[in-house]
């Protein structure tokens, strides 16, 4: 059964600092992996997504690595702003596709200004 | 193009009682997928929904169902409610086709079970 972590579970920098969000999962088989952010009491907004294929992808600030061989991926956030303040969530998709997102617990990032 | 909408936003039922969610994709996506959001649990996958044809499903008790109508819209639906069952309900839609996998989520319906 496929398991997602996330670490830090918390995290708070000052404002302008480059961060890195860490997440590893147990079963290497995946089909991608989706980044995102929730604000409190809000829905998921997908910041990127990775192919099984591809080691990393870029928007923005934002950069997300994938190595899939040792079950992990990154988040780096760099030059971080206090609208940067969110919840973090990576999840993978398994099953060639075909099943649902597993998620790890979240990074729970606040940006001090 | 409009993002995934879902109604009602909140509701407020008590125990026993059973409740519909109701989900809008965005225009094109043909698959809905359906997570529940708990503190203690995070966020669980339900089922997923395309082309009107349950395709996958979570560990989730049979009081949990779906379905999806011929427009891509799909409703949840919970039967005799459980405190439990408070949770933050979130919708999402993808296209399916292509390789093209990444899903776009609603802003969710708050269930409060009393």
């Known amino acids: 059964k496929q398991e997602v972590t996330q670490i830090p579970a918390a995290l708070s920098v000052p404002e302008g600092e480059n961060l890195v969000l860490n997440c590893s999962f147990t079963d290497s088989a995946i089909y991608n992996l989706q980044w995102f952010r929730q604000d409190p009491g809000k829905g998921l907004t997908s910041l990127l997504l990775?192919?099984?294929?591809?080691r990393e992808q870029t928007s923005g600030r934002l950069n997300a690595s994938l190595d899939k061989s040792s079950g992990r991926s990154t988040l780096y956030i760099a030059a971080s702003q206090p609208g940067d303040s969110a919840t973090y969530l990576c999840?993978?998709?398994?099953?060639?596709?075909?099943?649902?997102?597993?998620f790890g617990k979240g990074t729970h990032l606040i940006i001090q200004p | 193009k409009a993002g995934v909408t879902q109604t009602p936003r909140y509701l407020i039922k008590t125990r026993g009682q059973q409740v519909t969610l109701s989900c809008s994709p965005i225009s094109g996506h043909r698959s809905v997928s359906w997570y529940q959001q708990t503190p203690g649990q995070g966020l669980q996958f339900l089922f997923e929904?395309?082309?009107?044809?349950?395709?996958n499903k979570g560990n989730f008790p049979g009081r949990f169902s779906g379905r999806q109508f011929s427009n891509s819209r799909s409703e949840m639906n919970v039967s005799t409610l459980e405190l439990g069952d408070s949770a933050l309900y979130l919708c999402a839609s993808r296209f399916l086709a292509g390789g093209n996998n990444e899903q776009f989520f609603g802003p969710g319906t708050r269930l409060t079970v009393l």
């Open positions: 929904y395309f082309s009107e044809t349950q395709r």
């Open positions: 990775i192919q099984s294929s591809q």
């Open positions: 999840a993978v998709l398994a099953g060639g596709g075909a099943d649902g997102l597993t």
